[in-house]
């Protein structure tokens, strides 16, 4: 009884963290939305701009790939 208490435990703050970092991952999406939109508008900062962009797209790539394993392992770790 006191397992399953820390395995549902376990899995409420996974759940917590998804919910955080899905909120990260939405803001640096905003944020390449704006790099994108301002490496148009100032060409004397494209390669800048253009570079914070494709590092944001990066960061969403690699964090959508961990989001997905991070919640594979916790649902797989509480069915057992």
Known sequence: R???K?????LQFSR?????F?????SQRYLTDTFADLAQKS???IT????NAETQRHLIKH???LLSN???????????
């Open 2 to 4: 006191e397992t399953k």
């Open 6 to 10: 820390k395995y549902e435990a376990i």
């Open 43 to 45: 060409p004397e900062l």
């Open 63 to 65: 964090g959508e790939h």
């Open 22 to 26: 899905s909120n990260i991952m939405q």
């Open 70 to 80: 991070h919640f594979l392992t916790f649902h797989l770790i509480i069915k057992h």
């Open 48 to 51: 800048e701009f253009t570079s």
């Open 16 to 20: 917590n963290l998804a919910i955080h």
